[in-house]
């Protein structure tokens, strides 16, 4: 039994995060985009946002949780689902089942998402979380099981569903089998919304291929955190294919604020107090009861507002 | 090594210029068809074709990706690849045939989705997911055959169907051989491989339990046309009639929950539960708990 | 009692008809855009569209019904609804009364649109068709009360809807009476749609304003004739507005078509058949019975097979 | 003409850049309001607001044109002239208030759809069409209020409501003044007759029964904005709570039933159908008859 079925008492940052800090040493970390040293307790603290060029470092799904939930209210589920090999997939040297093994390892991780229920400012909700550093949270058949269980969840304890994504595309080594879990995932919200229950989707960098044109965005409401990279094929794809030089900006969070497709640009520090509020607005439509009294201090997503 | 030769073999069959492409399909099995335009957004994607007629006496609704035969065709279709443009027509048609109970028939020949600037910009991904969200609750019977070669999502966007037949000399895969040699081995030329590991034909598709039935081709279909689209036209009759009457006999809601299961119970994952379980460790992170 | 609220026994081409063919003598016609000079007897048996050039000439509400409809199968309806003037409108020495009573000895119809029943290829319709000649098919409310009311009709009788419509914009002398009938028209095609009657809606030169952006454009199908122009503001008010030099073809038939806002460009000569076609097609829905064998020559609408 | 004078003058009020506007009353009357961005088309329109929040308790979807306060925020907003994809952003909003069952509030300010070529190309006039069918069918209740310029096809394709108010001094036509004077009279130094031919005052249309209540400015709003967004306020939440009572007692398609007479019974005509029967003609056109 592989050490990465346990849940993980501490966050293993360096090997999760592609694109996140350099650690020059203990006490201090280097901003991956604009090179300067913060101070790293500041760091965590400020949700791994850099505060010289709010640069938001990617997270692990464990970080995910930790900065969105509120504290100990989270309640893991089916941790044990995890990969196949439905295609013996052994070509060119590369062996799926070894691929799995090594990803799982360094991801500290039994699988790429990780579903449960919690709290976020005292409002319940399912949750999801991709685990980018899992093969890049690309869609296999655990993943998608994952998911549906989630959904399906939601819909048995009447709770609003919220995923929180990445991705780097498909599970090439599970071919149909990913890419049915595009239908399979998006069938199940569907059921969701029959139940007049709602879907917040919450982008984040990087997101692509399948999680992007299935789950992900048919939601009610989606955001996606500042400077997030998101699309359905890759830049590198598209410029290659093109022969044209991609515009400055193209596929970021703002980019797809600006050409309709998300609702707002949610900052990390801000996606507590955002998703609480909505949690709150369709408390009636969920639970079928009345809300409590109104009492706000500002409106939260202001970003957004362009 | 002959097993890889075969699975590419099956992709140059598939990709064939020559092979019948939807609009074939549709003049042979669709009485008066009258083709519908426009996604009345922005504008009308020819990789899509779509429009209404008859099937053996039924109005039905038809949906299919349209390859060019030749080179010129091909550049006029985009090569078969939709944009978000030719999603969004066939989301519409989808829709105009659940208001009037029409049954959906989609033919699926793409190499994927359209990866251009505009269709980023004009959302490729939520125009394919907003269809495979439409698909799931469609209120209608639906029928799906892959009929050259089903890529990707540009694939799936228009497969969500109660039924999906392939031709026997068709494909279908999360990616093309190509793409899935460059992606994982930065080594295209690895296609052939990645074609025989991709488990991307009709049988590997049976086998899996995931396509309902093979349209058999015992001369290729570009050499017996005729009897393809034949054969093609009985298998499509044989399984509406099926799913209409299981809709007439059980209801609309029992065909949609059939639907559901169909791709709710695709997957191949292990459970490991119980070892989990066993192997219980006694310190938590904060915020992580489990109810195991 | 006016001479116009009897119907028509004879067309009445030359006045109604304000970019169609000047006429030279009594036999020949010139075709208002290639010039040319066409035997009169031919142009009427070619529905008015020009051999050499294919201009479709515009046509009366009148010559509409009869090129469409099988001879003597319509049965007008509501022919005595007419213009009231509900704001007494009287400004600048414009007195909308008097505007009524001249435009509609001009048109020789009482109103700006006719509607009622009749057969295509022998297949009911509800059809509606608007008179150009009338204040420039302006929706006012008599125009409005007569739509609705055979929506209403068509709903009591199972039968499709066909709107042929042409309009030069709001009628300004009736404000917000003629506004609101943009949503009444539109509503009662909520209606017709939740019973699932379909509307077929034919766009004729020139298309603009009010109907455009209502009962007009929310049909299940949507043709129109080679060339019409059409669209919500006028070219030279979006010339004035923009100070730019708008692009060849913009507005017409086949531009909307490009852009996707229609189903097919229908030649004249061939809406009777696709239309006969498409009721054929919805006659199960609508009907609720089974249809006959299919036995068709070829497809209409080609020209939508861009 | 002192007549004339007094329908200009509301149009210049009702134009008045220090007026409130949608983002205002929102400020004002909903709590933890969360703006929605997007039509998941084609862009963001900024001439279009959107968003859900609580409404005295009660969680709601607002849409509201928005104009700006001055030069640069109106040529931000485009001087709340929305393009197609404003309109698809409110028919967005409008669907998912219905999803959830949340009343709808629309906020109406605007001189009229944006009549570029950009709106041209991607449907103008079907994206307001298609907002006046969704919302003469849409299953929740739903109010508008006109607080400044209520202009055309534009205004109207997210007011077609339950109720529609109006401030004492907002305007209402079918087109601007200026417009109709150059329409009819090639002449738009002439909008101050336009303005009172068009009858186009809260007090012209309450007259004419076409809207529900007129909420008074005792001083203009820009001069009193406080109270003026109270007393909207208050009218909204009395004719929400009356048709939200309707709802409640006779069900959502009573209420539905009660919308479609409101719009269905707007118009002014004669019926001489009597007179006709008097002086039928002995001849019949070949294709023209009549049921008289
Ligand atoms: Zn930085
Ligand atoms: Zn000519």
Same mark, same amino acid.
């Given at each position: 039994?592989?050490?990465?079925?346990?849940?993980?008492?501490?966050?293993?940052?360096?090997?999760?995060?592609?694109?996140?800090?350099?650690?020059?040493?203990?006490?201090?970390?280097?901003?991956?985009?604009?090179?300067?040293?913060?101070?790293?307790?500041?760091?965590?603290?400020?949700?791994?946002?850099?505060?010289?060029?709010?640069?938001?470092?990617?997270?692990?799904?464990?970080?995910?949780?930790?900065?969105?939930?509120?504290?100990?209210?989270?309640?893991?589920?089916?941790?044990?689902?995890?990969?196949?090999?439905?295609?013996?997939?052994?070509?060119?040297?590369?062996?799926?089942?070894?691929?799995?093994?090594?990803?799982?390892?360094?991801?500290?991780?039994?699988?790429?998402?990780?579903?449960?229920?919690?709290?976020?400012?005292?409002?319940?909700?399912?949750?999801?979380?991709?685990?980018?550093?899992?093969?890049?949270?690309?869609?296999?058949?655990?993943?998608?099981?994952?998911?549906?269980?989630?959904?399906?969840?939601?819909?048995?304890?009447?709770?609003?569903?919220?995923?929180?994504?990445?991705?780097?595309?498909?599970?090439?080594?599970?071919?149909?089998?990913?890419?049915?879990?595009?239908?399979?995932?998006?069938?199940?919200?569907?059921?969701?919304?029959?139940?007049?229950?709602?879907?917040?989707?919450?982008?984040?960098?990087?997101?692509?291929?399948?999680?992007?044109?299935?789950?992900?965005?048919?939601?009610?409401?989606?955001?996606?955190?500042?400077?997030?990279?998101?699309?359905?094929?890759?830049?590198?794809?598209?410029?290659?294919?093109?022969?044209?030089?991609?515009?400055?900006?193209?596929?970021?969070?703002?980019?797809?604020?600006?050409?309709?497709?998300?609702?707002?640009?949610?900052?990390?520090?801000?996606?507590?107090?955002?998703?609480?509020?909505?949690?709150?607005?369709?408390?009636?439509?969920?639970?079928?009861?009345?809300?409590?009294?109104?009492?706000?201090?500002?409106?939260?997503?202001?970003?957004?507002?362009? | 090594?002959?097993?890889?030769?075969?699975?590419?073999?099956?992709?140059?069959?598939?990709?064939?210029?020559?092979?019948?492409?939807?609009?074939?399909?549709?003049? *042979?099995?669709?009485?008066?068809?009258? @083709? /519908?335009?426009?996604? $009345?957004?922005? +504008?009308?994607?020819?990789? %899509?074709?779509? !429009?209404?007629?008859?099937?053996?006496?039924?109005?039905?609704?038809?949906?299919?990706?349209?390859?060019?035969?030749?080179?010129?065709?091909?550049?006029?279709?985009?090569?078969?690849?939709?944009?978000?443009?030719?999603?969004?027509?066939?989301?519409?048609?989808?829709?105009?045939?659940?208001?009037?109970?029409?049954?959906?028939?989609?033919?699926?020949?793409?190499?994927?989705?359209?990866?251009?600037?505009?269709?980023?910009?004009?959302?490729?991904?939520? *125009?394919?997911?907003?269809?495979?969200? @439409? /698909?799931?609750?469609? $209120?209608?019977? +639906?029928?799906?055959?892959? %009929?050259?070669? !089903?890529?990707?999502?540009?694939?799936?966007?228009?497969?969500?169907?109660?039924?999906?037949?392939?031709?026997?000399?068709?494909?279908?895969?999360?990616?093309?051989?190509?793409?899935?040699?460059?992606?994982?081995?930065?080594?295209?030329?690895?296609?052939?491989?990645?074609?025989?590991?991709?488990?991307?034909?009709?049988?590997?598709?049976?086998?899996?339990?995931?396509?309902?039935?093979?349209?058999?081709?015992?001369?290729?279909?570009?050499?017996?046309?005729?009897?393809?689209?034949?054969?093609?036209?009985?298998?499509?009759? $044989?399984?509406? +009639?099926?799913?209409?009457? %299981?809709?007439?006999?059980?209801?609309?809601?029992?065909?949609?929950?059939?639907?559901?299961?169909?791709?709710?119970?695709?997957?191949?994952?292990?459970?490991?539960?119980?070892?989990?379980?066993?192997?219980?460790?006694?310190?938590?992170?904060?915020?992580?708990?489990?109810?195991?």
């Amino acid at each position: 039994m592989p050490d990465f079925f346990r849940r993980k008492p501490t966050f293993n940052r360096d090997d999760a995060d592609q694109d996140g800090p350099v650690v020059p040493d203990g006490l201090w970390v280097k901003c991956h985009k604009c090179k300067d040293l913060v101070y790293s307790k500041d760091f965590e603290r400020w949700y791994r946002v850099c505060p010289k060029c709010d640069h938001h470092a990617r997270l692990t799904a464990t970080q995910r949780i930790d900065y969105l939930l509120d504290s100990g209210s989270f309640e893991e589920w089916d941790r044990g689902i995890v990969t196949a090999d439905p295609l013996s997939f052994d070509a060119n040297g590369d062996v799926y089942k070894e691929k799995v093994q090594k990803t799982a390892r360094k991801a500290d991780q039994p699988e790429s998402l990780i579903t449960g229920r919690g709290r976020i400012r005292g409002y319940d909700a399912v949750v999801s979380a991709t685990e980018f550093a899992f093969l890049g949270a690309s869609m296999g058949s655990a993943f998608g099981e994952k998911f549906v269980r989630a959904v399906e969840r939601a819909i048995e304890l009447r709770l609003p569903f919220i995923s929180i994504s990445s991705s780097g595309g498909a599970r090439m080594h599970e071919s149909t089998f990913s890419l049915m879990q595009m239908a399979k995932t998006t069938a199940a919200l569907s059921r969701l919304g029959e139940h007049k229950l709602p879907h917040f989707s919450i982008l984040t960098d990087p997101c692509y291929g399948g999680v992007t044109a299935s789950y992900a965005t048919v939601a009610d409401i989606i955001m996606a955190e500042p400077g997030a990279m998101i699309g359905f094929a890759g830049p590198r794809v598209i410029e290659q294919i093109t022969r044209q030089k991609l515009p400055q900006g193209f596929q970021t969070a703002e980019f797809l604020l600006e050409h309709g497709m998300i609702d707002m640009v949610c900052r990390r520090s801000e996606l507590p107090a955002t998703l609480s509020l909505l949690l709150l607005h369709y408390a009636d439509a969920t639970m079928g009861r009345h809300q409590p009294e109104y009492a706000y201090a500002g409106t939260p997503g202001e970003e957004g507002d362009s | 090594m002959t097993e890889v030769t075969r699975a590419w073999d099956r992709v140059q069959l598939a990709r064939k210029p020559e092979r019948p492409h939807s609009l074939d399909y549709i003049a *042979a099995m669709i009485s008066g068809f009258v @083709e /519908l335009h426009g996604d $009345r957004r922005y +504008s009308d994607d020819p990789a %899509i074709v779509a !429009g209404v007629g008859a099937f053996n006496g039924r109005t039905v609704m038809v949906v299919g990706h349209q390859k060019g035969a030749n080179t010129r065709e091909n550049l006029d279709r985009n090569f078969g690849m939709p944009g978000p443009d030719g999603y969004r027509k066939a989301l519409r048609v989808f829709r105009h045939a659940e208001k009037f109970g029409f049954p959906v028939l989609c033919f699926i020949d793409t190499p994927g989705a359209d990866p251009g600037l505009g269709s980023e910009e004009r959302g490729q991904a939520t *125009a394919v997911a907003e269809n495979l969200l @439409e /698909l799931a609750s469609l $209120r209608v019977p +639906s029928v799906s055959v892959v %009929i050259g070669e !089903g890529g990707s999502g540009g694939a799936l966007a228009i497969s969500v169907t109660d039924r999906l037949l392939m031709l026997e000399n068709s494909v279908y895969a999360v990616a093309s051989p190509e793409a899935c040699a460059a992606i994982l081995w930065k080594d295209s030329s690895a296609a052939p491989d990645a074609a025989e590991a991709l488990k991307l034909t009709a049988q590997d598709l049976m086998g899996f339990g995931m396509i309902d039935e093979i349209i058999p081709e015992p001369e290729p279909a570009h050499e017996a046309m005729d009897a393809t689209l034949q054969r093609a036209s009985a298998a499509i009759e $044989r399984h509406l +009639s099926e799913i209409e009457k %299981i809709t007439a006999e059980d209801g609309i809601d029992h065909l949609l929950e059939l639907r559901y299961q169909k791709y709710r119970n695709i997957g191949s994952w292990v459970d490991r539960q119980e070892e989990i379980l066993t192997e219980l460790p006694s310190s938590f992170a904060s915020a992580v708990h489990t109810n195991d």
